[in-house]
Every structure is written in structure tokens, then in C-alpha cells.
T-cell receptor, first 118, second 111 residues
Framework: DTGVSQNPRHKITKRGQNVTFRCDPI?????LYWYRQTLGQGPEFLTY????????KSRLLSDRFSAERPKGSFSTLEIQRTEQGDSAMYLC????????????????FGDGTRLSIL | KNEVEQSPQNLTAQEGEFITINCSYS?????LHWLQQHPGGGIVSLFM???GKKKHGRLIATINIQEKHSSLHITASHPRDSAVYIC?????????????FGKGTHLIIQP
């Protein structure tokens, strides 16, 4: 068990550029979550995968955001045409569960990717 | 949508003091999490509970489902306990399977 891995740890880019983050969950975990955390605030839910299926998307996830988990293992989060307000820490978490939260398992978090938009 | 409130927002205490951090939420939940976040962002799950009380080392978490309230206690606090402690809940009524988080309590333990 190597834990949840996120890459890159930091990303600095100019406004208008596209960025992509990667999350590698704990290998046997079938659930994967993306959260966003701005300075001084708690994390906010963005989206959730059960295996390769994206089951929930927050209203925070605008059309510029897209997440994938093509083989039910690693996931990518892409932001197109980045804006200043996208500057935040993007956190990934994974857990082991059966179906739509009928059982509760702790979520294991990665160290996050800090995005800074110039 | 659940509203999660934590108090206090900031807490500075001396080494050895007994620490209490409170969390309240507005609608029914299936589970409540206490998380610890150190500078740099990494989050560690401390407890997940849906009733009663859990203890791990110097940490104790309690939850009162009827009052929609949970507390995290730290006994014999130590400077290495300095971190942001975050309460997060999973709604019981369906909807997003992700967690709803409080804003966190920034704890500083001075030697």
C-alpha cells in the first residue's frame, strides 16, 4: 500500500492555458474522489468515480473541467482555459466500497496538487 | 445540502492542555470524519464514526446523532499536534457521495 499519489505537486501556469493533473489511488480502491480547496477554506467536493463510471459531479465543476478514469484505476482532472479563480489545491481521495455509499469506508487522501494561475 | 460548522476557527494552547474542537451539521448523515491537515496540504483521516465514541492514542472523537454534533478531543497535547483539524460529513439522504467539509480549526500547541 503506497497510498494515494498525485502529480504534479505544484503547477504554475498562465491564465488561459490548459492543465492536467493525475491521481493514482490505492490499488484495490474502486472509489475515487476529486476535491478543491482554496486558501483558508475546507475542501469542496468536485466529482466521484465508482470504478470507471463518473457517478456524481458538483455544480462547482464548470464546463471547463473534465475528469476521467478510463480503466478504473488512475484518474485525470483537466482544466481548460484556466482562470485566476482556479488557483487552489486539488485533492484526490480513494476508498473501498460496494455501491453508492451504502457502506462507509474511510477516504484516503493524496498530498494534493497546488495550482497557481499567473 | 449539509452545512458543517466548526468551532473554534483558531486555537492556541500550551503543551499538555486538553483540547476540544467542535463540529455541528445541519442534516442527517451516514458518517462523520475527523481529518488532520498539515502545512503543505496532506490530509490524514483520524476517525470515521456514525455513533458513540472512538479513541486512538491521545485522540478521542464523540458524536451525538440527535444533536447533530461531534467533538474531537486531544489529551496531553504536544507541539506535533499543531495542524488544521477538519470535520467532514457524508449525507445520508443520497446525492453526492463526496464529503461536505467544515472550514477547519487551526490548532497551535506551544511548547
Amino acid at each position: 500500500d503506497t497510498g494515494v499519489s498525485q502529480n504534479p505537486r505544484h503547477k504554475i501556469t498562465k491564465r488561459g492555458q490548459n492543465v492536467t493533473f493525475r491521481c493514482d489511488p490505492i490499488s484495490e480502491h474502486n472509489r475515487l474522489y476529486w476535491y478543491r480547496q482554496t486558501l483558508g477554506q475546507g475542501p469542496e467536493f468536485l466529482t466521484y468515480f465508482q470504478n470507471e463510471a463518473q457517478l456524481e459531479k458538483s455544480r462547482l465543476l464548470s464546463d471547463r473541467f473534465s475528469a476521467e478514469r478510463p480503466k478504473g484505476s488512475f484518474s485525470t482532472l483537466e482544466i481548460q482555459r484556466t482562470e485566476q479563480g482556479d488557483s487552489a489545491m486539488y485533492l484526490c481521495a480513494s476508498s473501498l466500497g460496494n455501491y453508492r455509499g451504502r457502506d462507509n469506508q474511510p477516504q484516503h487522501f493524496g498530498d494534493g496538487t497546488r495550482l497557481s494561475i499567473l | 445540502k449539509n452545512e458543517v460548522e466548526q468551532s473554534p476557527q483558531n486555537l492556541t494552547a500550551q503543551e499538555g492542555e486538553f483540547i476540544t474542537i467542535n463540529c455541528s451539521y445541519s442534516v442527517g448523515i451516514s458518517a462523520l470524519h475527523w481529518l488532520q491537515q498539515h502545512p503543505g496540504g496532506g490530509i490524514v483521516s483520524l476517525f470515521m464514526l456514525s455513533s458513540g465514541k472512538k479513541k486512538h492514542g491521545r485522540l478521542i472523537a464523540t458524536i451525538n446523532i440527535q444533536e447533530k454534533h461531534s467533538s474531537l478531543h486531544i489529551t496531553a497535547s504536544h507541539p506535533r499536534d499543531s495542524a488544521v483539524y477538519i470535520c467532514a460529513v457524508k449525507d445520508s439522504g443520497g446525492g453526492a457521495d463526496g464529503l461536505t467539509f467544515g472550514k477547519g480549526t487551526h490548532l497551535i500547541i506551544q511548547p
